[in-house]
């Protein structure tokens, strides 16, 4: 999809000029790489630790598991994770690809699908880890104007695995969020005003 | 800051030229403009909204009354409105000088200051919604597995009310994200490969 450009200046893929640009290119998309599988990981390491997380506590007799799917918001992030883990590897492998090609991203409507795609992803992480802290604040401390019980003293191991996974996701969702400027420079360079005024289009 | 840069290259300015960067550039500002007075009045609204919600209840013989900072999400909904609506307001000041100078911005480090407090903004007002959302499911459904009773049953005109204001902090989140695609595409263009090689610096 994407070509190196030396010389080669079909409508909208502007001429590729100059070592600098290879030089801050490599650069960035080494960022790019080391970023996108820093969030798989992360992903998978959280969606792990809040998915396998469990306690079985005994209460008079009444035996209680407590598990990640008793809060929806749990369940939100383990997709999200889930979903964060899956784009990221997909991207890894475009993201190695065209750095052993050694080709620049030139091409327009690639660069918007990255953009877009990283775009939603930094969103719906923030939103589920926002979600899931939200829930946890209820967990550790209660609200007693509304008389929700904190629960957390009762399931401490419980809780302690689910604030490791919910961190491991807001790491996760930084690195997201870094990543998305990373590609809006991607993207949107290609509408600098260099000598090709085609580049300016919408 | 910024200038109208006809004919004048000091450094990292790039020449502007043709009409069509012109074209774009005022459609981009008018969008911009329009979104920035949205936000303002959609955040104006949703803390007017929270901020003076309040219902009394009498049970038992019990007086009860229901406000905004019996729950810590909307206390910060408020809280994040609040900057949403002030920082939109000088945005949009700032708008309307460059339109009627007719001035572009080629300005980097004011492109990167507006491109970092719009992303500040969408993600801090994007974390308050999902932290409101949140609290509001558990009020609205309640968390049968951890004894966590629905409250809007006996609070129901509180609860709407407080719905209409979270549904316009949606809104104006979801504006704040297209802000900061487009202030993102106002930096970012500063740094396409054009004549300029210097512009490509980081």
């Given at each position: 999809m994407?070509?190196?450009g030396?010389?080669?200046?079909?409508?909208?893929?502007p001429?590729?000029?100059?070592?600098?640009l290879?030089?801050?290119?490599?650069?960035?998309?080494?960022?790019?790489?080391?970023l996108?599988?820093?969030i798989?990981?992360?992903?998978?390491?959280?969606?792990?630790?809040i998915?396998?997380?469990?306690?079985v506590r005994?209460?008079?007799?009444?035996r209680?598991r407590?598990?990640?799917?008793?809060?929806?918001?749990?369940?939100?992030?383990v997709?999200?994770n889930?979903?964060a883990?899956?784009y990221?590897?997909?991207?890894?492998?475009?993201c190695?690809?065209?750095?052993?090609?050694?080709?620049?991203?030139?091409?327009?409507?690639?660069?918007?699908?990255i953009?877009?795609?990283?775009?939603v992803?930094?969103?719906?992480t923030l939103s589920a880890?926002?979600?899931?802290?939200?829930?946890g604040i209820?967990?550790?401390?209660?609200?007693?104007?509304?008389?929700?019980?904190k629960t957390?003293?009762?399931?401490?191991?419980?809780?302690?695995?689910?604030?490791?996974g919910?961190?491991s996701?807001?790491?996760?969702?930084?690195s997201?969020?870094?990543?998305?400027?990373?590609?809006?420079?991607?993207l949107?360079?290609?509408?600098g005003?260099g000598?090709?005024k085609?580049?300016?289009?919408w």
């Amino acid at each position: 999809m994407s070509s190196l450009g030396v010389g080669v200046s079909p409508g909208n893929v502007p001429v590729y000029h100059g070592s600098r640009l290879k030089v801050i290119d490599r650069r960035v998309r080494l960022a790019e790489l080391i970023l996108r599988c820093l969030i798989c990981g992360l992903a998978v390491i959280s969606a792990a630790l809040i998915g396998t997380d469990s306690q079985v506590r005994e209460i008079f007799t009444i035996r209680k598991r407590a598990k990640f799917t008793d809060m929806k918001a749990l369940v939100f992030l383990v997709i999200a994770n889930g979903l964060a883990a899956g784009y990221s590897l997909i991207q890894v492998l475009r993201c190695a690809v065209s750095m052993v090609k050694g080709s620049v991203l030139f091409n327009k409507p690639l660069a918007w699908a990255i953009f877009s795609g990283d775009q939603v992803m930094a969103y719906l992480t923030l939103s589920a880890v926002a979600a899931a802290v939200q829930s946890g604040i209820f967990s550790q401390f209660g609200q007693p104007e509304l008389q929700w019980m904190k629960t957390c003293n009762l399931y401490a191991k419980f809780c302690n695995q689910i604030g490791e996974g919910v961190a491991s996701s807001l790491l996760a969702c930084l690195s997201m969020v870094v990543l998305s400027a990373i590609s809006a420079y991607g993207l949107f360079r290609l509408y600098g005003d260099g000598k090709e005024k085609s580049s300016l289009e919408w």
